[in-house]
């Protein structure tokens, strides 16, 4: 694709990082590697990376925060950041929970693109609905407050749509398109937002906008439904 891989990005693998194992670690992180510094050749810059596999409750915690924020908080705890196939969940550790929590909340996160499943959106009587499945929710709206109380856009995005929120003064819709949206939202619709269950239901963050939820399905490699949220 052209694309490269750089200190700080992550990805999920989509099941454990050692095929045939039980292991927890089913995500990968890219660290500038803590023993090789980079360095310029005659061929150009050289940096590198190293792969650090995290479980999905530390996958979380690098959402709402940083790659490497975590990873700085984790380190005491995984020398190196070497990745042992055995181990469970860093996090567990309520004094490493306490400093991921407390940097989170100091420095917010640095996600800023969600992709969803679910996400579209009408108007009616001057009322827009945005329409987010239940399985998205939590992630909204954690996010929400972790970006825009810092100053930051957060990004929806789903294969054809885009919906931005930004942080303002006051709530208003600058841009709704059939395929674009940027709406500000205010303090008090950020704790609306934060109440957002994730259950089957229609929403008010403030008199103009409105999220319904729906039920969002999950589906195994058959496409049968094997679980369905809200």
Not at 13 to 21: K, M, R, V
Not at 59 to 73: H, P
Not at 212 to 223: A, C, F, H, N, Y
Request: charged letters at 20%; aromatic letters at 6%.
């Amino acid at each position: 694709s052209g694309n490269v891989f750089e200190d700080g990005h992550h990805l999920n693998a989509n099941g454990p990082i050692a095929l045939e194992t039980d292991t927890r670690l089913c995500h990968l992180a890219f660290v500038a590697d803590p023993q090789l510094p980079p360095r310029d050749t005659a061929n150009g810059h050289l940096q590198f990376l190293q792969l650090v596999g995290l479980t999905d409750e530390e996958m979380e915690a690098i959402k709402r925060w940083s790659t490497r924020g975590v990873l700085q908080v984790l380190q005491p705890a995984m020398p190196l950041w070497i990745s042992d196939l055995h181990r469970g969940n860093l996090l567990d550790d309520p004094a490493l929970a306490a400093q991921v929590q407390e940097g989170s909340q100091r420095e917010g996160s640095t996600t800023g693109m969600l992709f969803v499943e679910t996400l579209h959106w009408r108007q009616q009587d001057g009322v827009t609905t945005l329409v987010l499945g239940a399985g998205q929710v939590h992630s909204v709206a954690e996010l929400l407050g972790l970006r825009l109380r810092h100053g930051k856009p957060l990004e929806l995005v789903s294969g054809e749509r885009q919906w931005t929120f930004a942080p303002g003064g006051a709530d208003a819709a600058t841009a709704i398109g059939d395929d674009s949206a940027y709406w500000v939202l205010d303090e008090a619709s950020l704790q609306a937002a934060a109440a957002l269950p994730a259950q089957r239901g229609v929403y008010p963050l403030n008199a103009a906008l409105k999220i319904e939820v729906v039920p969002t399905q999950l589906r195994d490699g058959k496409g049968n439904v094997i679980r369905e949220i809200g």
